[in-house]
């Protein structure tokens, strides 16, 4: 039996650097502290194959929304190639984040067009046409239209900007409130903090109160509240519940032929996304029970 041949000392030193250059070029979670938009990720577990058919889902959900114009051809064969050089090497419409988590991504979207929350909602309702999964690993997409840093003035300020819009007028809605904290402790304790806040902003302290009310089973809004690590991640989603809490597990369980697409029953159950849910008084919000977690969800008097 041969001996497998060993490899040059300048592969493993090219490969170094290559490797050195690609984590150099990938975003930082602490690049969110200024506002972002984009799509938050969760998965059981992020591994190569779940990274990789999310970005081939939004880049063929992409196509199909936002079709792209053909590059135009001048006749000039060197002009043609400079303009397919350049459509090449502009920036990627879709960029992962590295969160340093192995079941959380963010992915920002650098195309303007996007409008971040039509654009998951239309992936759902993909989904729920063509009965057809679409992911076998991944478990919630999320919209995210606003980032900030974790402290409690960034969030009021943020929230003011995301909601004043929707929610500072005489027309009659409801809203609940979805928080969860992950990887940060003091974020994690100042949960009901939090959630006052943001409903404080909703009902500017109290002067549209009699028009924004809450409704914990199926409210038209729902404000949805990640903190991971120092950054939240905030959006307002409508009919949220609509497509199951955007999570695909739960919307299609019931799909033909849906098992053979999911990663195992246990993993599902046991993962950070479980979907059983409590309820409880005094505190606005909607959100998971988690035992993991210690979360729990609660209404507003």
Do not use: W
Not at 16 to 43: D, H, M, P, W
Not at 57 to 80: C, H, N, R, S
Not at 226 to 238: D, G, L, P, R
């Amino acid at each position: 039996m041969s001996q497998q041949k060993k490899r040059p000392k300048a592969f493993y030193v090219n490969k170094a650097k290559k490797q050195k250059v690609e984590e150099s070029s990938r975003l930082s979670i602490n690049e969110l502290k200024n506002s972002k938009e984009g799509i938050f990720v969760t998965a059981n577990f992020l591994g190569s194959k779940c990274k990789s058919e999310i970005f081939r889902l939004f880049d063929e959900m992409y196509e199909k929304f936002y079709p792209q114009a053909d590059i135009p051809q001048t006749g000039d064969v060197e002009d043609d190639i400079k303009n397919e050089i350049a459509e090449l090497t502009q920036k990627k419409t879709f960029e992962a984040v590295d969160t340093t988590l192995n079941n959380i991504m963010f992915v920002l979207c650098n195309d303007e067009k996007i409008n971040v929350t039509d654009f998951v909602a239309k992936i759902f309702e993909e989904i729920v046409s063509s009965k057809k999964r679409k992911t076998r690993f991944t478990q919630r997409i999320l919209p995210v239209s606003h980032t900030c840093y974790a402290s409690m003035s960034d969030i009021e300020k943020t929230a003011k900007a995301m909601l004043s819009g929707l929610f500072h007028n005489k027309i009659k809605m409801t809203y609940g409130i979805v928080y969860k904290s992950r990887n940060n402790t003091e974020m994690k304790k100042k949960r009901d903090e939090v959630i006052k806040l943001i409903a404080e902003v909703v009902t500017n302290k109290a002067e549209f109160s009699d028009v924004n009310t809450v409704n914990l089973d199926n409210p038209e809004y729902a404000i949805v509240v990640n903190v991971v690590k120092n950054i939240v991640f905030m959006s307002t989603i409508k009919d949220y519940y609509l497509h199951n809490k955007y999570n695909i597990d739960e919307l299609t369980k019931n799909f033909p032929n849906t098992n053979s697409n999911r990663v195992g029953e246990d993993l599902a159950e046991n993962s950070l996304d479980d979907d059983s849910s409590n309820k409880a008084i005094n505190i606005v919000s909607i959100e998971k029970n988690e035992a993991d977690a210690n979360t729990e969800t609660a209404s507003d008097n």
